[in-house]
């Protein structure tokens, strides 16, 4: 017997629709989409079992109604780049946790990085990890593999295996690959198979460089208990501790910021024009500074307008929530430390105006958890998945008045074409994949109900608009809030 579901009462939101209506389901798939207020279960009901007839299925079908008033429903989520720790790093978040925290978070996909303990350089340990992921039966898991083989950044074999329908994405996340005939060795390989390659962008020797000024500012927090977890009661108050040490935080994380802008400009450079040469899908991962975003512009117009490019050069680009919510020097604290860091007021509303005019395609959160202990020893990143929505819906919607359906196409539609998904809209034939949200209750962040393992995120005690309260997998409601 199938099991149909028809999803009714609701406000509608894709990219190109935000309208009162009803969707049915069929098995894992969106069957049909009626638009108009059907707030009534008999009518809605009615018009369930007219399509279910028209199929020759009204017999062996089981109808089973979800009434969601009050709530949108919405493509599932997708992100390009999580990081789920899995192996190697269960301390700090595994599958089990990890999808969790993306199934509450209101995501449908992940992808996860390749920075684990082995580093993923085969299709076996992927699908490995995808199978395992699989059987949790909650976010459907991209893992992506290595560039070169082990991150040592020498031998690129491994790719010669690899396919797309499985792994649709490379990366050297976390770092990038200091050779240059390396990366150019790995683009072609990924422009053949036709792979995306995502790209870390970041200067190594200037990274190294940043270390110590951040260390210094690091050390500086520790003394004056800017802690990592970012507890509620821990929160920054700057009436609290003395200014001299704040300026101190602010001119060594300066220094470290110069360092780490000019790492991600010139690494940047570097491989959109290997990108170029090899004709591949270059992915940019995190966009941070105003230089990067002009640079991605540019090749953009260039793959517009440059006959001579290889028609595979493709670029496409990511924003994490973090970068187009905070600014850098309003934040010293431990638990916002983050590569790269954030920036400053100009870099972010440009950032933001890129994300309306198509500069940059996605938003992806970078959920990068740690232990308390890893966190105050400086770790960068931090957890993202669980306040994503909320995060963009405040800051691109409620602030910057964007269209719910540009948040959905950023968080949906646009990966999903990225990745090649049937998935991402609200359309008959595409994956039951939906979020259902509340884009107007307002909450006050607590690390401690998350599920992720990670606690530490500069949004802590934040309070932002936009909840998630539930989501379909394939047709199944998989949580509910
Ligand atoms: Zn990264």
């Known amino acids: 017997m199938t099991k149909a579901t028809l999803i009714f009462n609701a406000r509608l939101l894709d990219e190109s629709m935000d309208t009162p209506g009803a969707l049915l389901i069929i098995d894992s798939d969106i069957r049909a989409v009626f638009q108009g207020y059907f707030t009534s279960q008999e009518t809605a009901s009615v018009l369930a079992h007219s399509v279910l007839a028209e199929d020759g299925r009204e017999q062996d079908c089981k109808l089973e109604l979800y009434d969601a008033r009050g709530l949108t429903v919405t493509p599932a ?12 790093q269960t301390q700090k978040e595994d599958l089990q946790s990890g999808l969790h925290a993306a199934a509450a978070g209101g995501y449908g996909t992940v992808v996860a990085m390749p920075n ?30 290595s560039i ?29 690959v200091i050779s240059s005939s390396v990366m150019l060795e790995g683009m072609k390989k990924a422009a053949e198979k036709g792979l995306i390659v995502s790209c870390h962008c970041e200067d190594l020797a200037l990274g190294e460089q940043a270390k110590p000024f951040r260390q210094n500012a690091l050390n500086i927090m520790k003394a004056i208990g800017l802690n990592a977890w970012g507890s509620s009661e821990a929160n920054y108050n700057p009436d609290d501790v003395e200014q001299a040490a704040i300026e101190q935080i602010d001119l060594n994380l300066t220094k470290a910021n110069e360092l780490l802008r000019l790492a991600e400009d010139t690494a940047t450079a570097r491989n959109i024009l290997l990108a170029k040469q090899a004709g591949c899908h270059i992915h940019i991962a995190h966009a941070s500074t105003k230089n990067v975003l002009e640079q991605i512009y540019n090749a953009k117009y260039d793959k517009a307008n440059d006959d001579s490019l290889p028609d595979g050069f493709v670029i496409t680009a990511e924003a994490t929530p973090h970068h187009l919510a905070l600014v850098g020097t309003e934040e010293p604290l431990i638990r916002a430390l983050v590569n790269p860091p954030l920036r400053a007021d100009e870099d972010r509303e440009l950032l933001i105006e890129c994300l309306r005019d198509g500069t940059i395609d996605v938003i992806s959160t970078d959920h990068a958890p740690h232990t308390m202990e890893d966190k105050e020893a400086g770790s960068p990143g931090f957890t993202g998945l669980e306040t994503a929505y909320a995060v963009c819906n405040t800051v691109l919607v409620k602030q910057n008045n964007f269209a719910p359906q540009k948040l959905s196409q950023l968080m949906s539609a646009n990966p999903a074409r990225i990745l090649g998904l049937t998935k991402g809209l609200l359309k008959t034939g595409y994956s039951a994949d939906l979020t259902l949200v509340d884009p107007d209750e307002d909450w006050i962040v607590d690390s401690r109900m998350f599920c992720s393992k990670g606690k530490a995120t500069p949004f802590e005690g934040h309070e932002l608009t936009g909840k998630v309260k539930g989501l379909f997998l394939n047709g199944r409601k998989v949580f509910e809030r």
């Open 77 to 88: 989520f997708i992100d390009m780049h999580v990081h789920m720790r899995y192996p190697g």
């Open 148 to 176: 070169s083989k082990d991150f040592e950044g020498k031998d690129t074999s491994h790719l010669d295996e690899l396919d797309r329908h499985y792994i649709p994405v490379i990366s050297e996340d976390g770092r990038d």
């Open 116 to 145: 684990t303990k082995p580093v993923v350089s085969s299709m076996e340990q992927a699908l490995q990890i995808e199978s395992e992921a699989a059987a949790i039966g909650l976010t459907n898991l991209f893992q992506v593999v």
